[in-house]
């Protein structure tokens, strides 16, 4: 998920997502509903960072309990 810009023709957002195995680009322009998908992108992953750091102090609290 990336602002890329080619051959000095402006900016243009694409996301990256695998498919059976491979990385397929989709191309989603360099307007509003573009912005849109980004700023949608980058509220999904911290979402999941969050997650992701609650993950693993869940874990890390479990361990420490196990140790005492």
């Known amino acids: ?3 890329e810009t080619r051959g000095g023709s402006g ?3 694409t ?5 059976g195995g491979r990385v ?5 322009g360099s307007g509003p509903l573009a ?6 992108d980058a509220l999904e992953r ?3 960072a969050l997650d992701a750091a609650q993950w ?3 874990r890390e ?3 420490r309990q196990r140790a005492d």
Not at 15 to 19: A, F, H, M, P, Y
Not at 24 to 28: A, K, M, Q, S, V
Not at 35 to 40: N, S, V
């Open 1 to 3: 998920m990336a602002w």
């Open 11 to 13: 900016r243009y957002y």
């Open 15 to 19: 996301r990256s997502r695998k498919v």
């Open 24 to 28: 397929e680009r989709e191309y989603l």
């Open 35 to 40: 912005e849109l998908a980004a700023a949608a």
């Open 46 to 48: 911290e979402a999941r």
């Open 56 to 58: 693993r102090e869940e």
């Open 61 to 63: 609290a479990l361990a």
